[in-house]
């Protein structure tokens, strides 16, 4: 069973909506938590960390739910250019390594 | 500020050829990883460095060597390629429990 897993979707949403995704982890002893955009054929790229207490960055908003493990991003007033691959991640429990998930694909048309 | 350096960009092999990937880092991270990503795939942990002078096999080491430089520098090795080798390449840094930085990628073929 995948440590991290996520809906690979696509969510094919129009412009303008809001769509959420989420993410579930099994590791309880996880303690940073984080979404990448990936486009494609490129690198990922940081998002937003996530706190306990949530957190918001513009239109994204990210929260995290420690009692049922999973971690969610919210994106509002979805824009053509929010088109991509959404990773998340969990690090913590003393590890080195940090685990993602394989990707939600996020396709929105006008 | 490069953050993470990848080279080289492209690359086309054949079978049984050798080659190193080079990465390198200016952010001052302890660590650093190397990833691959085939088509539909997530990434896949090869090889990672904790700190300097140690490294670790992650999911798939099977076929590749790693050389952890300095704190900046992190290869990694294809003594034989394989037709099954062919994918995109990440290297990441990082410190621990923080946000990974990756490296733009290597598109590696081999034929």
């Known amino acids: 069973r995948k440590e991290v897993e996520q809906d690979p979707g696509p969510f094919n949403v129009p412009e303008g909506a809001t769509v959420a995704f989420n993410c579930t982890y099994s590791n309880s002893a996880s303690q940073s938590f984080f979404w990448y955009r990936q486009d494609c054929r490129k690198e990922p790229k940081l998002l937003m960390s996530?706190?306990?207490s949530g957190n918001e960055d513009g239109r994204f908003t990210a929260q995290l739910n420690r009692a049922s493990q999973y971690i969610s991003l919210l994106i509002r007033d979805s824009k053509l250019s929010d088109s991509a691959t959404y990773l998340c991640v969990a690090w913590g429990g003393g590890s080195y390594i940090p685990t993602f998930g394989r990707g939600t694909s996020l396709i929105v048309h006008p | 500020n490069a953050g993470v350096t990848q080279t080289p960009k492209f690359q086309v092999l054949k079978t049984g050829q050798s080659m190193t990937l080079q990465c390198a880092q200016d952010?001052?991270?302890?660590?650093m990883y190397w990833y691959r990503q085939d088509p539909g795939m997530g990434l896949r942990l090869i090889y990672y460095?904790?700190?300097?002078?140690?490294?670790d096999k992650g999911e798939v080491p099977n076929g590749y060597n790693v050389s952890r430089l300095n704190k900046r520098e992190f290869s990694l090795r294809l003594e034989s390629a394989a037709p099954s080798q062919t994918s995109v390449y990440f290297c990441?840094?990082?410190?621990?429990?923080?946000?990974?930085?990756f490296g733009d990628g290597t598109r590696l073929s081999i034929l």
């Open positions: 996530v706190y306990s």
């Open positions: 460095s904790a700190s300097e002078g140690t490294t």
């Open positions: 990441a840094s990082s410190d621990n429990n923080q946000p990974q930085h």
């Open positions: 952010m001052n991270h302890n660590s």
